[in-house]
């Protein structure tokens, strides 16, 4: 379980990116956390994993408070929680396995992942990965030789290899096409049912929004303001959050294009 | 920016016209100095009594450069040898010191503020002695030789090497480390799997540029007794063997043109 406490973040050139968010997240719940462009989403899920450190507050990650932990500390509560990233950030000039094997940095010693010599049980567990997102044949590949879609699933398997208990998934298909954005969408939905892992996941677009998550939570300029089931947003809602605009088409295409869509995705995984 | 409203519609240019005048009058004053500075020099500085036989004295030269003194060369394989030695050695030495000190100067990965300072003392300190006046300080201390010559070569490259390579380490990419750091790697993992294989290309280049740098500056330590085929040179100039001095030249010059097809082609192959 994931447990924000009225956490602050200012920067240092004075904007206030979190404004006293409060925010619950049981085991194995995928949350989607949207709101217009800097409302603080990347904010809020990079002072979880503390590669920015919030102002104020207190974060608890099952019973570590990660807030206060000392640099050593923190490497390790880092392991339990893995990072997708909106341009993949893959390291371009490794291949596609030291990237998935760069998951398990925080668990091997420096001389070993500097000769790359990983556990045997961190390979294979590598070779399974790649298997179950399809990119078994791309193993020895580098990844700057990789599509889009293909590059953030090996993100994908680079989060999950760490064997965390939590995703932190910031704008997952902002760099991707509508179909791969569903494919990918879909992946981390599964996987995270396959291992019960609770997510937040950064998304701009409210249909995939709706259509990937349990709940919806709403940031507009640093501050909760919805947070419900993906049904509770309604054109209201969603003034609230992003302005005023035509909401009816955006909501209503929902579900026709959501089950085209599954129909014709559950051909091509056939 | 400069939209005149006409009648007959609005009219662009790239400058108002008072700073297209300015910069038209910049011109002409730096014309004017530059005349007056080729003045000064014809009137002051040159001795004109050199003037009229310059042509013949450059032409007698080369007469007396032809043909070069091929059986010479059986001295000199072993200066040309010596030579390449300095270059690479002293490229390889300082490869390897400049490196951590760029590491220590770049602002995304220095330890500290003061370490930063103290690196960057060293690249300015090494870079701002050419290898030439190194390499008259090292034969005072070490005495005439191959290993003043490799050290000299080595402590003027640290500078220049440890600059290109600081700058790189400086623009990358960052997301990529911040997803090795996200993963719980230590800081020594970050730079291993996040910095390194994103400046490498860049090392490599460095460090084959700078060896084909060094290759030419290696040619002319022998003038100051620090090993290598200067020597040679020196005193076959100091003795008016211009046979010899044309071997020598043409020696250095093939040299050259190997040391740079080969670094051409390697940076090639990296890029």
């Known amino acids: ?270 | 920016m400069p939209i005149i409203d006409k009648p007959d519609g609005p009219v662009w240019k790239r400058r108002k016209t008072p700073v297209q005048l300015l910069i038209w009058f910049g011109w002409m004053v730096a014309i004017a100095i530059t005349v007056m500075a080729w003045k000064r020099i014809a009137a002051n500085d040159l001795l004109w009594v050199y003037m009229p036989t310059a042509g013949q004295q450059a032409v007698d030269m080369m007469q007396r450069m032809i043909p070069p003194n091929w059986s010479y060369m059986d001295k000199l394989w072993k200066p040309v040898w010596d030579t390449l030695n300095i270059a690479t050695i002293g490229s390889v030495m300082a490869m390897a010191i400049a490196v951590p000190v760029a590491f220590a100067a770049a602002r995304n990965t220095t330890p500290h503020k003061l370490v930063r300072a103290f690196a960057l003392l060293i690249i300015v300190s090494t870079r701002s002695v050419n290898s030439l006046i190194w390499a008259l300080a090292l034969v005072f201390i070490l005495g005439p030789g191959v290993l003043a010559g490799t050290l000299a070569i080595g402590l003027r490259s640290i500078g220049g090497c440890s600059k290109l390579l600081y700058e790189a380490i400086e623009e990358i990419d960052h997301n990529q480390v911040e997803a090795i750091e996200a993963t719980g790697a230590s800081r020594l993992q970050q730079m291993a799997y996040g910095i390194l294989p994103q400046v490498m290309p860049t090392f490599a280049g460095v460090g084959v540029f700078r060896w084909d740098i060094n290759i030419r500056q290696s040619t002319i330590l022998g003038l100051v007794g620090a090993g290598g085929i200067g020597l040679q040179l020196s005193s076959s100039m100091n003795t008016l063997a211009w046979t010899q001095v044309s071997m020598i030249l043409l020696v250095i010059l093939g040299t050259v043109v190997i040391s740079e097809t080969v670094s051409a082609k390697v940076r090639h192959a990296i890029i």
Not at chain 1, 238 to 256: N, P
Request: hydrophobic fraction near 40%.
């Open chain 1, 1 to 270: 379980m994931l447990r924000l406490e009225n956490v602050f973040k200012r920067y240092k050139t004075g904007d206030l990116a979190l404004k006293d968010v409060t925010l619950e997240i049981p085991d194995g719940q995928v949350i989607a956390l949207i709101g217009p462009s800097g409302a603080g989403k990347s904010t809020l899920i990079r002072c979880v994993n503390r590669l920015v450190n919030p102002t104020s507050g207190k974060i608890f990650l099952g019973d570590t408070e990660l807030t206060s932990l000392s640099s050593g500390a923190l490497r390790k509560a880092r392991r339990r929680m893995g990072m997708i990233f909106q341009e993949y950030a893959l390291v371009e000039r490794l291949t596609v396995m030291e990237n998935v094997l760069s998951g398990r940095l925080g668990y091997v010693g420096f001389w070993a992942s500097w000769f790359r010599k990983f556990p045997k049980k961190d390979v294979q567990e590598a070779f399974r990965l790649l298997d179950r997102v399809g990119l078994l044949h791309m193993a020895d590949k580098r990844a700057d030789e990789l599509s889009g879609g293909q590059r953030q699933r090996v993100g994908i398997c680079r989060a999950l290899i760490q064997n965390p208990e939590l995703l932190l998934v910031d704008e997952p298909t902002a760099s991707l096409d509508p179909k791969t954005s569903r494919q990918i969408m879909r992946l981390i939905n599964e996987l995270c049912k396959e291992r019960g892992l609770a997510a937040i996941i950064n998304i701009h677009d409210v249909l995939l929004a709706q259509m990937y998550s349990q709940r919806v939570v709403g940031l507009k300029a640093g501050e909760l303001v919805f947070d419900g089931p993906p049904e509770g947003l309604v054109p209201e809602v969603l003034t609230d959050i992003y302005g005023e605009e035509d909401w009816e088409a955006t909501i209503e295409e929902v579900d026709e294009d959501d089950e085209e869509l599954l129909v014709e995705e559950a051909e091509v995984v056939a």
